[in-house]
């Protein structure tokens, strides 16, 4: 009866090819273009933070061919979580897949804001608030629908997106002056490294969250390498571009106080605009509205990892049962897509974009940490493991992203001690949940076996 069930519950479907991974995976991340970023300009200058971000650089080039090999041999929509489990066991496991819940359940609520941010701009009586829970609910409601719905939609604002990238460059290069990169560029010398790296992360942040679709990728082994590959070589060139023609044309405070004493922005690229062309040309005004497709992407591409990352875990039981359910209609995880949504907006409410972003980082270099552990000890435990791709020069490529990610994590916690604490307690609270759960499913299966065998005899 119950194996009958089991075989008749709706399943995730294979729909997407290495354009939509690519699509995906560019979609995920381009926001970090767009904002976010220039938060790490007051902390590391343009100095500091060019140095974190080429670390940066770094560690997501050998994280992500890394990664790539896991995702292909194992392709399961948990990504990080499954290969956890199987490289060091269940507690492992758990811990890969919350520090992947955090990552993309808390970046999704900063995009929101500047999503908020940015359409303030054109529609003043609004609140930021106000427009960044609509566009939660919009979103939620295209990835319920249908994974290759959104896949599609992903795939088009991607590619405005990576569009008004270009453009924008094109638009400020012209002005770009090199003196403008050295003005006030180191001003808390390396410690200003250190503290700039979370801004650097957010560059890149979420580019694995191409793994958690592979369970409906069609021929994943072969796609995800492809989709993952020609995303992270277009986000690094798009990076580069971003940081250097925004600076370049009045140096970083520029990009990141819109008036002298005024916090600090979300939307950093419309500063830059300003100085060349004012803020009430067309060219301003189609750029900015260009320029949302860019958050749009990411905002819902991550809410469409999340939901997967949380949809495995709930369906492995290491989350309530309930998050691990498949829509019958739709074929998408719903109930962890809603709850993710309304675990945003309490966030957004903060209004603590910087912080949002920080914790988010907490989490997405916890799961790099485990990942690479992970990489290490499968070759080892697991050589019968079919792996369409191996990640070069093994097993120095991991080895340089645990190292870099290791590293980064201890500047990210010396320098926000208050929200590592807090990272510490839903990790810890949860991980709490995790085992009595897995302690009371334990006991009711020995119940079970102690049941059956009284009444035989």
Avoid at 109 to 115: E, G, T
Avoid at 190 to 201: K, M
Wanted: hydrophobic share 55%; glycine share 10%; proline share 5%.
């Amino acid at each position: 009866m119950e194996t009958t069930k089991k075989q008749n519950a709706p399943t995730l479907e294979r729909k997407l090819g290495p354009v939509s991974l690519w699509g995906l995976g560019v979609g995920f991340v381009i926001s970090g273009m767009y904002f976010g970023w220039n938060l790490g300009l007051p902390v590391g200058g343009t100095l500091g933070l060019a140095i974190a971000t080429l670390f940066i650089i770094v560690m997501y080039l050998c994280f992500t061919f890394s990664y790539t090999e896991l995702a292909c041999a194992i392709p399961k929509a948990g990504g990080a979580f499954v290969y956890g489990r199987k490289s060091h066991g269940n507690s492992f496991g758990f811990l890969a897949g919350m520090a992947q819940v955090v990552e993309f359940v808390f970046a999704p609520p900063a995009i929101a804001a500047a999503i908020g941010a940015y359409f303030h701009l054109f529609l003043p009586e609004y609140s930021t608030t106000s427009i960044a829970v609509v566009a939660y609910l919009l979103f939620t409601a295209l990835n319920v629908s249908g994974v290759k719905t959104a896949a599609r939609f992903e795939l088009f604002v991607t590619i405005l997106a990576v569009g008004e990238l270009l453009i924008f460059s094109g638009v400020t290069l012209p002005k770009f002056e090199m003196s403008n990169l050295s003005i006030n560029a180191f001003p808390n010398g390396i410690g200003g490294i250190f503290a700039a790296i979370p801004f650097a992360i957010w560059f890149f942040l979420a580019i694995e969250g191409v793994a958690n679709v592979a369970e409906e990728t069609i021929n994943p082994q072969r796609n995800v390498l492809i989709g993952l590959g020609s995303a992270i070589f277009t986000l690094v060139v798009l990076a580069i571009l971003t940081f250097v023609s925004s600076i370049g044309v009045g140096g970083w405070e520029a990009v990141v106080y819109p008036a002298p004493g005024a916090a600090a922005t979300d939307s950093p690229l419309p500063l830059a605009l300003t100085q060349i062309v004012g803020n009430s040309s067309f060219l301003y005004h189609m750029l900015i509205f260009i320029g949302l497709f860019g958050l749009v992407a990411s905002f819902h591409g991550i809410i469409l990892a999340s939901g997967r990352a949380v949809y495995e875990m709930g369906k492995e039981n290491f989350l309530p049962p309930v998050l691990g359910k498949i829509s019958k209609k739709f074929h998408t995880p719903a109930v962890a897509l809603i709850v993710n949504m309304f675990i945003g907006i309490i966030a957004l409410f903060s209004g603590r974009t910087g912080e949002i972003i920080t914790i988010s980082v907490f989490g997405a270099l916890t799961l790099y940490i485990v990942s690479m552990l992970s990489v290490l000890k499968l070759r080892k435990s697991a050589p019968e493991l079919e792996r369409p791709f191996k990640v070069p020069f093994f097993p120095l490529t991991p080895i340089v992203a645990l190292i870099i990610a290791v590293i980064s994590l201890v500047a990210v916690v010396y320098y926000n001690l208050q929200l590592a604490g807090i990272y510490v307690i839903i990790m810890a609270v949860s991980f709490a949940w995790f085992k009595i759960a897995s302690y009371q499913k334990a006991k009711l299966g020995e119940e079970e076996v102690v049941s059956e065998v009284v009444t035989k005899d």
